[in-house]
């Protein structure tokens, strides 16, 4: 099992930047792989943002290249999304997820643990 909590969401300004920080816990059973960033806004399917495989190799959705940077610190499991020039059609609740094996995808099936969400909100 993978634990996954999420913080950094909040309000900003059309242009300004955020930083998502998802702490992530494996015990002894979990495989490690793939970690990703998804957001979803109501009645839209959740969006695969971001991914990065345990080696460090990313991925990241058109909508969001060249403004948004994943990375992961492999010693202490926790996994960043640094987002600039962000734009109101940005505002989502932004998910952390966790795949047992190493990917590119952003299909949202092949994650299997998920946190609760933080909310992000570009006026």
């Known amino acids: 099992h993978v634990q996954l909590v999420e913080s950094g969401g909040g309000s900003v300004q059309a242009g300004g930047s955020l930083t998502l920080s998802c702490a992530a816990s494996?015990?002894?059973?979990?495989?490690?792989?793939?970690m990703a960033w998804f957001r979803q806004v109501p009645r839209k399917e959740r969006e695969g943002v971001a991914v990065?495989?345990?080696?460090?190799?990313?991925t990241y959705a058109d909508s969001v290249k060249g403004r948004f940077t994943i990375t992961k610190d492999n010693t202490n499991s926790t996994l960043l999304l640094r987002m600039n020039s962000l734009k109101p059609e940005d505002t989502a609740m932004y998910y952390c997820?966790?795949?047992?094996?190493?990917?590119?995808?952003?299909?949202?099936?092949?994650?299997?643990?998920w946190g609760q969400g933080t909310q992000v909100t570009v006026s």
């Open positions: 997820a966790a795949a047992p094996y190493n990917t590119l995808t952003r299909d949202r099936f092949t994650y299997t643990w």
């Open positions: 494996y015990d002894t059973t979990a495989s490690r792989g793939s």
């Open positions: 990065i495989t345990w080696g460090g190799i990313t």
